[in-house]
Protein backbone atom coordinates (compact mmCIF):
# COMPACT_ATOMS: atom_id res chain seq x y z
CA UNK A 1 0.00 0.00 0.00
CA UNK A 2 0.79 4.05 0.02
CA UNK A 3 3.59 4.83 2.67
CA UNK A 4 3.07 8.11 4.02
CA UNK A 5 6.19 10.03 5.35
CA UNK A 6 6.08 13.55 7.37
CA UNK A 7 8.87 15.77 8.30
CA UNK A 8 10.02 16.78 10.94
CA UNK A 9 8.26 14.63 13.45
CA UNK A 10 8.57 17.60 16.09
CA UNK A 11 8.80 21.34 15.73
CA UNK A 12 9.06 23.56 18.44
CA UNK A 13 8.58 27.29 17.16
CA UNK A 14 8.20 30.36 19.07
CA UNK A 15 5.39 32.63 18.42
CA UNK A 16 5.82 34.89 15.15
CA UNK A 17 7.83 32.03 13.23
CA UNK A 18 7.26 30.67 10.04
CA UNK A 19 7.30 26.65 9.74
CA UNK A 20 6.95 24.34 6.65
CA UNK A 21 5.40 20.66 7.38
CA UNK A 22 6.49 18.25 4.85
CA UNK A 23 4.30 15.00 3.32
CA UNK A 24 5.90 12.52 1.06
CA UNK A 25 4.22 9.55 -0.70
CA UNK A 26 4.96 6.54 -2.39
CA UNK A 27 2.64 6.48 -5.01
CA UNK A 28 -0.15 8.30 -6.90
CA UNK A 29 -2.59 9.57 -5.25
CA UNK A 30 -6.11 11.23 -6.58
CA UNK A 31 -6.63 12.81 -3.20
CA UNK A 32 -4.45 15.00 -0.16
CA UNK A 33 -5.69 16.39 3.10
CA UNK A 34 -4.09 18.05 5.74
CA UNK A 35 -5.85 17.69 9.59
CA UNK A 36 -4.65 19.35 12.82
CA UNK A 37 -5.86 17.41 15.26
CA UNK A 38 -6.95 19.65 18.46
CA UNK A 39 -6.41 18.00 21.75
CA UNK A 40 -9.38 16.63 22.02
CA UNK A 41 -8.70 14.16 19.20
CA UNK A 42 -10.71 15.91 16.47
CA UNK A 43 -9.35 16.11 13.14
CA UNK A 44 -9.91 19.82 11.51
CA UNK A 45 -10.04 19.61 7.96
CA UNK A 46 -7.27 22.27 6.70
CA UNK A 47 -6.72 21.54 2.99
CA UNK A 48 -8.11 19.27 0.10
CA UNK A 49 -4.87 19.81 -2.09
CA UNK A 50 -4.53 16.32 -4.26
CA UNK A 51 -2.48 18.91 -6.46
CA UNK A 52 -1.44 23.16 -6.95
CA UNK A 53 -1.41 25.33 -4.01
CA UNK A 54 -4.06 27.07 -1.89
CA UNK A 55 -3.88 29.35 1.02
CA UNK A 56 -6.65 30.33 3.65
CA UNK A 57 -5.37 32.52 5.98
CA UNK A 58 -2.23 32.32 7.97
CA UNK A 59 -1.75 28.63 6.04
CA UNK A 60 -0.65 27.72 2.58
CA UNK A 61 -0.45 24.29 0.70
CA UNK A 62 1.20 23.72 -2.19
CA UNK A 63 0.97 19.35 -3.54
CA UNK A 64 3.17 18.56 -6.38
CA UNK A 65 1.68 15.40 -7.48
CA UNK A 66 4.30 14.03 -10.19
CA UNK A 67 7.04 14.34 -7.63
CA UNK A 68 4.79 12.68 -5.01
CA UNK A 69 5.41 15.65 -1.83
CA UNK A 70 3.00 18.10 -0.20
CA UNK A 71 4.30 21.04 1.98
CA UNK A 72 2.00 23.39 4.78
CA UNK A 73 2.84 26.53 5.40
CA UNK A 74 2.25 28.32 8.57
CA UNK A 75 3.22 32.01 8.96
CA UNK A 76 3.05 34.11 11.91
CA UNK A 77 2.43 31.10 14.53
CA UNK A 78 0.22 31.45 17.23
CA UNK A 79 0.26 29.50 20.35
CA UNK A 80 -3.23 28.06 19.14
CA UNK A 81 -1.68 26.32 15.97
CA UNK A 82 0.20 24.00 18.65
CA UNK A 83 -0.92 20.40 18.12
CA UNK A 84 -0.54 17.32 15.44
CA UNK A 85 -0.79 17.74 11.79
CA UNK A 86 -1.66 15.03 9.60
CA UNK A 87 -1.29 14.44 5.91
CA UNK A 88 -3.54 11.42 4.02
CA UNK A 89 -3.87 10.21 1.07
CA UNK A 90 -5.96 7.90 -0.92
CA UNK A 91 -6.67 6.62 -4.37
CA UNK A 92 -9.44 6.20 -6.38
CA UNK A 93 -9.10 2.40 -6.36
CA UNK A 94 -8.88 2.00 -2.50
CA UNK A 95 -12.71 3.31 -2.01
CA UNK A 96 -12.69 5.64 1.40
CA UNK A 97 -9.44 4.92 2.40
CA UNK A 98 -7.06 7.56 3.40
CA UNK A 99 -3.90 6.83 4.60
CA UNK A 100 -2.14 9.00 7.23
CA UNK A 101 1.29 9.79 8.12
CA UNK A 102 2.78 9.58 12.35
CA UNK A 103 1.88 12.98 12.07
CA UNK A 104 4.17 16.52 13.01
CA UNK A 105 3.76 17.79 16.65
CA UNK A 106 4.31 21.61 16.47
CA UNK A 107 4.55 23.74 19.54
CA UNK A 108 4.33 27.50 19.50
CA UNK A 109 5.98 29.32 22.53
CA UNK A 110 4.64 32.49 23.72
CA UNK B 1 -24.92 21.87 7.78
CA UNK B 2 -24.22 19.63 11.09
CA UNK B 3 -21.25 18.08 11.24
CA UNK B 4 -20.42 14.01 12.04
CA UNK B 5 -21.61 13.05 15.15
CA UNK B 6 -20.72 10.52 17.03
CA UNK B 7 -22.23 8.19 19.89
CA UNK B 8 -21.05 7.90 22.78
CA UNK B 9 -17.85 10.46 23.13
CA UNK B 10 -16.67 8.01 25.98
CA UNK B 11 -16.64 4.70 27.08
CA UNK B 12 -15.06 2.50 29.44
CA UNK B 13 -15.75 -1.55 29.06
CA UNK B 14 -13.69 -4.73 30.53
CA UNK B 15 -12.40 -7.37 28.66
CA UNK B 16 -14.45 -9.97 26.81
CA UNK B 17 -17.52 -7.68 26.41
CA UNK B 18 -18.30 -5.89 22.91
CA UNK B 19 -19.12 -2.31 22.02
CA UNK B 20 -21.18 -0.71 19.68
CA UNK B 21 -20.01 2.85 18.89
CA UNK B 22 -22.54 4.90 16.46
CA UNK B 23 -21.61 7.36 13.42
CA UNK B 24 -24.06 9.87 11.51
CA UNK B 25 -22.68 11.46 8.16
CA UNK B 26 -23.24 14.80 7.40
CA UNK B 27 -26.33 15.01 5.45
CA UNK B 28 -26.09 13.84 1.92
CA UNK B 29 -23.06 12.14 2.35
CA UNK B 30 -23.18 8.17 1.48
CA UNK B 31 -20.00 6.96 2.23
CA UNK B 32 -18.52 6.52 5.95
CA UNK B 33 -15.30 5.34 6.99
CA UNK B 34 -14.19 3.99 10.73
CA UNK B 35 -10.51 4.31 11.60
CA UNK B 36 -8.72 3.36 14.93
CA UNK B 37 -6.19 5.59 16.26
CA UNK B 38 -3.59 4.58 19.34
CA UNK B 39 -0.35 5.95 20.33
CA UNK B 40 1.58 2.84 19.18
CA UNK B 41 0.31 2.27 15.44
CA UNK B 42 -1.17 5.77 14.60
CA UNK B 43 -4.33 6.27 12.39
CA UNK B 44 -5.30 2.98 10.77
CA UNK B 45 -8.30 2.30 8.02
CA UNK B 46 -10.94 0.45 9.67
CA UNK B 47 -13.46 -0.59 6.62
CA UNK B 48 -15.97 1.73 4.50
CA UNK B 49 -19.49 1.93 4.06
CA UNK B 50 -21.29 2.92 0.99
CA UNK B 51 -25.13 2.84 0.68
CA UNK B 52 -25.20 0.31 3.06
CA UNK B 53 -22.42 -1.97 1.21
CA UNK B 54 -18.83 -2.64 3.00
CA UNK B 55 -16.39 -1.49 -0.03
CA UNK B 56 -13.54 -1.59 1.93
CA UNK B 57 -11.61 -3.06 4.56
CA UNK B 58 -8.77 -2.79 6.77
CA UNK B 59 -5.99 -5.10 7.98
CA UNK B 60 -8.35 -5.77 11.21
CA UNK B 61 -9.41 -8.90 13.17
CA UNK B 62 -12.74 -10.53 12.32
CA UNK B 63 -13.90 -9.25 16.08
CA UNK B 64 -14.59 -5.89 14.47
CA UNK B 65 -17.27 -5.43 12.03
CA UNK B 66 -19.32 -2.79 10.47
CA UNK B 67 -22.66 -2.22 9.49
CA UNK B 68 -24.49 1.05 7.70
CA UNK B 69 -28.14 2.02 7.56
CA UNK B 70 -30.77 3.09 4.84
CA UNK B 71 -30.24 6.70 6.04
CA UNK B 72 -26.07 6.04 6.05
CA UNK B 73 -25.80 6.06 9.59
CA UNK B 74 -23.22 3.41 10.66
CA UNK B 75 -22.32 1.34 13.40
CA UNK B 76 -19.20 -0.48 14.25
CA UNK B 77 -19.03 -3.25 16.79
CA UNK B 78 -16.31 -4.78 18.53
CA UNK B 79 -16.64 -8.25 20.05
CA UNK B 80 -14.46 -9.79 22.68
CA UNK B 81 -12.30 -6.30 24.15
CA UNK B 82 -8.95 -6.72 23.94
CA UNK B 83 -6.89 -4.72 26.44
CA UNK B 84 -5.00 -3.51 23.18
CA UNK B 85 -8.34 -2.49 22.05
CA UNK B 86 -8.18 0.78 24.01
CA UNK B 87 -8.21 3.38 21.69
CA UNK B 88 -9.82 6.64 19.86
CA UNK B 89 -11.96 5.56 17.06
CA UNK B 90 -12.97 8.07 14.38
CA UNK B 91 -15.68 8.26 11.84
CA UNK B 92 -15.30 10.38 8.63
CA UNK B 93 -18.08 11.17 6.05
CA UNK B 94 -17.97 12.00 2.23
CA UNK B 95 -20.01 12.36 -0.11
CA UNK B 96 -20.89 10.46 -3.25
CA UNK B 97 -18.91 12.63 -5.77
CA UNK B 98 -16.20 13.47 -3.65
CA UNK B 99 -13.20 12.55 -1.79
CA UNK B 100 -12.72 14.86 0.86
CA UNK B 101 -12.96 13.28 4.16
CA UNK B 102 -15.14 15.02 7.10
CA UNK B 103 -14.10 13.77 10.74
CA UNK B 104 -16.42 13.45 13.75
CA UNK B 105 -15.04 14.04 16.87
CA UNK B 106 -14.59 10.63 18.02
CA UNK B 107 -15.38 7.95 20.68
CA UNK B 108 -12.44 7.27 22.96
CA UNK B 109 -13.09 3.95 24.31
CA UNK B 110 -11.28 2.26 27.28
CA UNK B 111 -10.78 -1.60 27.89
CA UNK B 112 -10.06 -2.41 31.81
Known amino acids: GIQVEQSPPDLILQEGANSTLRCNFSDSVNNLQWFHQNPWGQLINLFY???GTKQNGRLSATTVATERYSLLYISSSQTTDSGVYFCAVGSNTNAGKSTFGDGTTLTVKP | KAGVTQTPRYLIKTRGQQVTLSCSPI?????VSWYQQTPGQGLQFLFE???????NKGNFPGRFSGRQFSNSRSEMNVSTLELGDSALYLC???????????FGPGTRLTVL
Open chain 2, 27 to 31: SGHRS
Open chain 2, 92 to 102: ASSSTTGNEQF
Open chain 2, 49 to 55: YFSETQR
Open chain 1, 49 to 51: IPS
